[in-house]
T-cell receptor, first 113, second 114 residues
Framework: SQQGEEDPQALSIQEGENATMNCSYKTSINNLQWYRQNSGRGLVHLILIRSNEREKHSGRLRVTLDTSKKSSSLLITASRAADTASYFCATGGSGSTLGRLYFGRGTQLTVWP | EADIYQTPRYLVIGTGKKITLECSQTMGHDKMYWYQQDPGMELHLIHYSYGVNSTEKGDLSSESTVSRIRTEHFPLTLESARPSHTSQYLC?????????????FGAGTRLSVL
């Protein structure tokens, strides 16, 4: 399976703390994406990192990618209660599966006020 | 928020009913997808389309069918709903450019079959 796997499955922190989520995948990739899903809603794209990039920032988000280890991490700094959501990594297909995304099981993040 | 809409948001029906879940996008994307997701679980791709009159089955076997007669519309139909179809159904669309494939999701339809 090309699906990524997030770790941990659930994370609970206080407001102001940093939250780190990890993703491992199995095949070679063109890029890796992170999505967020609020309870009962659809997914929202957060950030995309290309296979030739090692780190990328967007606001309070920092994503790293290590293609040699087939892993990525998402860091949310100075977390807020509004960051409470599930976070998914997704890898893209190639060749005949170009255009498809393979999602992991997600990390459920709870940020307590 | 992306310009992709799903209706209804919630649907509770009895076993054996025929239902159609609607999905429309105004972004002109060629590619559209249907995912099934149980609470707290991963997304499973059940159908996708790379353009008008093109539909393919995804990784998870599903008794549902889809059609793509217009670029903006990708409805999913269940001919005879069963309790095992109870789940959340998410529609998405994308425009693949180079190595990018960012998908835009609707808010989902939560289906309960009694």
């Amino acid at each position: 399976s090309q699906q990524g796997e997030e770790d941990p499955q659930a994370l609970s922190i206080q407001e102001g703390e940093n939250a780190t989520m990890n993703c491992s995948y199995k095949t070679s990739i063109n890029n890796l994406q992170w999505y967020r899903q609020n309870s009962g809603r659809g997914l929202v794209h957060l950030i995309l990192i290309r296979s030739n990039e090692r780190e990328k920032h967007s606001g309070r988000l920092r994503v790293t990618l290590d293609t040699s280890k087939k892993s990525s991490s998402l860091l949310i700094t100075a977390s807020r209660a509004a960051d409470t959501a599930s976070y998914f990594c997704a890898t893209g297909g190639s060749g005949s599966t170009l255009g498809r995304l393979y999602f992991g099981r997600g990390t459920q993040l709870t940020v307590w006020p | 928020e992306a310009d992709i809409y799903q209706t209804p948001r919630y649907l509770v029906i009895g076993t054996g009913k025929k239902i159609t879940l609607e999905c429309s996008q105004t972004m002109g994307h060629d590619k559209m997808y249907w995912y099934q997701q149980d609470p707290g679980m991963e997304l499973h791709l059940i159908h996708y389309s790379y353009g008008v009159n093109s539909t393919e089955k995804g990784d998870l076997s599903s008794e549902s069918t889809v059609s793509r007669i217009r670029t903006e519309h990708f409805p999913l139909t269940l001919e005879s709903a069963r309790p095992s179809h109870t789940s959340q159904y998410l529609c998405a669309s994308s425009e693949v450019t180079g190595a990018k494939n960012i998908q835009y999701f609707g808010a989902g339809t939560r289906l309960s079959v009694l």
